[in-house]
């Protein structure tokens, strides 16, 4: 079985976005790949967090995951705090990196200058959070890493990283490939479709996030912003707000953006906007549910994580251990 890894940050609750860029894909891939997915608290504290919180997110991102349909018979969940070796390994990554690679991140560009505005210095840990992700993935040697659109460049660095090192100390890492889905890769905002959906816009209006009640999804689908030419088609350059609807009911509904302009074709903007809410309260309703039943059994998260850990350990020490020797950091 080819093995897949992937993470999502717990710096806010899940969004749409996150949905159907990355945790469906993660769902739809368990049959056929052998996963690793966790939770990357470890980059969460790139941006200052408060404890009391983070704590709390990342048992949401759990919750979210089972509730999604991760199961971890098939999948392995855990946090990447509780494996140091994301830790080692970044450090012995970032010394196989350079700073041009890591200016050049355009994540890096557009959060330094948020936290450049905000406080008026830039963390280091922001600069080198790239390389803590090439360690998330390198660590287990996985072959597809499943992303959405904005994090394809993280994988890309990943694999310039893990090729450097092979080519100076030797064959040590597979190169990873990343995966985006064709339809769905980059979930927009509501309110300003030319950006992607952020669980830290401060607008709520612009995300839907995945525990949103049935009442506020269709409110914020209502408000969604679209245009006044009034015809239901499929144009994300022109068409941005109506394009962003139309991908969203099409992943749900899983048929293609075709149908869903055909089905459509004779609805006013209204009528659509009402079933497209419709279809997401209709996606989102089970997994609340599920959610809910996580929430009330604390005791089961806690050993699906304590499992999933015990389980991708012995991988990562010997993963390390090898990357060790390579370097030199072998004494006996
Ligand atoms: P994060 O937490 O920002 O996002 C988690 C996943 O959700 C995808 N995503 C979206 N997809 C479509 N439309 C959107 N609007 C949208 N918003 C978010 C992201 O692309 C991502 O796949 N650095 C990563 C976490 C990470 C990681 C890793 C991922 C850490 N180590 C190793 C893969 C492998 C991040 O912050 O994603």
């Known amino acids: 079985k080819k093995r897949v890894v992937s993470?999502?940050?717990?710096?806010?609750?899940?969004?749409?976005?996150?949905y159907i860029g990355a945790i469906s894909n993660f769902v739809k891939m368990q049959d056929e790949f052998e996963m690793f997915v966790f939770?990357?608290?470890?980059?969460?504290?790139?941006?200052?967090?408060?404890?009391v919180r983070l704590r709390r997110l990342v048992r949401e991102i759990v919750m979210v995951y089972l509730a999604c349909g991760l199961d971890p018979a098939k999948t392995k969940l855990f946090l990447q705090s509780e494996?140091?070796?994301?830790?080692?390994?970044?450090?012995?990554?970032?010394?196989?990196?350079?700073?041009?690679?890591?200016e050049r991140m355009t994540q890096f560009k557009d959060k330094s200058a948020e936290q450049k505005a905000k406080s008026g210095a830039i963390g280091s840990g922001l600069f080198c959070y790239p390389v803590l992700m090439a360690a998330d993935i390198l660590l287990y040697n996985p072959d597809v890493v499943p992303v959405g659109e904005d994090q394809k460049q993280h994988v890309e660095i990943t694999r310039d990283i893990a090729g450097r090192f092979n080519h100076q100390h030797g064959e040590t890492f597979v190169i990873p490939e990343d995966y985006t889905p064709e339809v769905g890769a980059r979930i927009m905002s509501l309110q300003d479709p030319t950006k992607k959906?952020?669980?830290?816009d401060e607008n709520a209006k612009g995300y839907i996030l995945l525990l949103d009640e049935p009442a506020t999804i269709i409110k914020k689908i209502k408000s969604a912003v679209t245009d006044s030419e009034g015809i239901v088609a499929y144009d994300p350059v022109n068409k941005a707000g109506i394009s962003n609807l139309l991908t969203i009911y099409s992943v749900l509904k899983n048929q293609s953006i075709d149908a869903s302009v055909a089905e459509f074709a004779d609805s006013n903007?209204?009528?659509?906007?009402?079933?497209?809410?419709?279809?997401?309260?209709?996606a989102l309703t089970p997994i609340q549910e599920k959610f809910r039943y996580y929430q009330e059994n604390p005791e089961l998260v806690d050993a699906i994580l304590d499992e999933g850990a015990a389980a991708v350990q012995p991988i990562a020490t010997k993963n390390m251990k090898k990357v060790y020797k390579k370097v030199g950091l072998n004494r006996k």
């Not at 993470?7 to 996150?18: A, D, S, V, Y």
């Not at 494996?83 to 890591?102: F, K, R, Y």
């Open 7 to 18: 993470g999502i940050k717990p710096t806010g609750e899940m969004t749409l976005g996150n």
């Open 39 to 51: 939770v990357a608290d470890l980059h969460a504290l790139t941006t200052p967090q408060d404890p």
């Open 83 to 102: 494996i140091a070796e994301h830790s080692m390994l970044s450090w012995v990554l970032q010394c196989h990196t350079n700073m041009g690679e890591l």
């Open 197 to 200: 959906m952020s669980k830290s």
């Open 269 to 282: 903007y209204g009528t659509f906007k009402q079933t497209v809410g419709e279809c997401i309260v209709e």
